[in-house]
T-cell receptor, first 115, second 112 residues
Framework: EPEVTQTPSHQVTQMGQEVILRCVPI?????FYWYRQILGQKVEFLVS????????KSEIFDDQFSVERPDGSNFTLKIRSTKLEDSAMYFC?????????????FGQGTRLTVV | GENVEQHPSTLSVQEGDSAVIKCTYS??????FPWYKQELGKRPQLIID?????GEKKDQRIAVTLNKTAKHFSLHITETQPEDSAVYFC???????????FGSGTKLNVKP
């Protein structure tokens, strides 16, 4: 079964540093998402990406964040100048977005720890 | 924007009993409602979903009901087993599926 894959599984970074979280969505999917989950809290929407541009973003997704699809397979989330409160599990997801194929498949997550 | 509320936050049941988790949503334009199961340290995985043109959907021991008028939907698990223990999240999405709003999660503990 196809899967969304994310790398790395765990990233530790110093406060103020930049991090890039990488995702390979399922190949025939058209919608890509980034979510985050602070430990013990709900899954929060960050951004969605469709047709090579941001479709929607939440208030969390400020100028510190950016997304990119640098090639036909990767989808990245960049966090500039990380803060302690950016520590969370970051999930990438993708969806085929057909009339009968709306499930969002999640990757296994990248645990980001900012120290 | 959409707001999804989920109750209860924790639920403990005896093996074999039923479990019910309830969610409400605020945006009448939402029309797709998935339920995800997340085991400790793992990714959320879809277990069942329902669209707004359907009132109920069942898949073996799992069922979801939707009341569009009242804007609430529920997950029902019958004959619970210890492996059902996990955190369950409801979610809502609109027509263009460009984002999913998640509930706060319910930690289900099934006691053997």
């Amino acid at each position: 079964e196809p899967e969304v894959t994310q790398t790395p599984s765990h990233q530790v970074t110093q406060m103020g540093q930049e991090v890039i979280l990488r995702c390979v969505p399922i190949s025939n999917h058209l919608y890509f998402y980034w979510y985050r989950q602070i430990l013990g809290q709900k899954v929060e929407f960050l951004v969605s990406f469709y047709n090579n541009e941001i479709s929607e973003k939440s208030e969390i997704f400020d100028d510190q964040f950016s997304v990119e699809r640098p090639d036909g397979s990767n989808f990245t989330l960049k966090i500039r100048s990380t803060k302690l409160e950016d520590s969370a599990m970051y999930f990438c997801a993708s969806s085929e977005m057909g009339e009968s194929n709306t499930e969002a498949f999640f990757g296994q997550g990248t645990r980001l720890t900012v120290v | 924007g959409e707001n999804v509320e989920q109750h209860p936050s924790t639920l403990s049941v005896q093996e074999g009993d039923s479990a019910v988790i309830k969610c409400t949503y605020s945006d009448s334009a939402s029309n797709y409602f998935p339920w995800y199961k997340q085991e400790l340290g793992k990714r959320p995985q879809l277990i069942i979903d329902i669209r707004s043109n359907v009132g109920e959907k069942k898949d073996q021991r799992i069922a979801v009901t939707l009341n569009k008028t009242a804007k609430h939907f529920s997950l029902h698990i019958t004959e619970t087993q210890p492996e059902d223990s996990a955190v369950y999240f409801c979610a809502a999405s609109g027509y263009n599926f460009n984002k999913f709003y998640f509930g706060s999660g319910t930690k289900l503990n099934v006691k053997p």
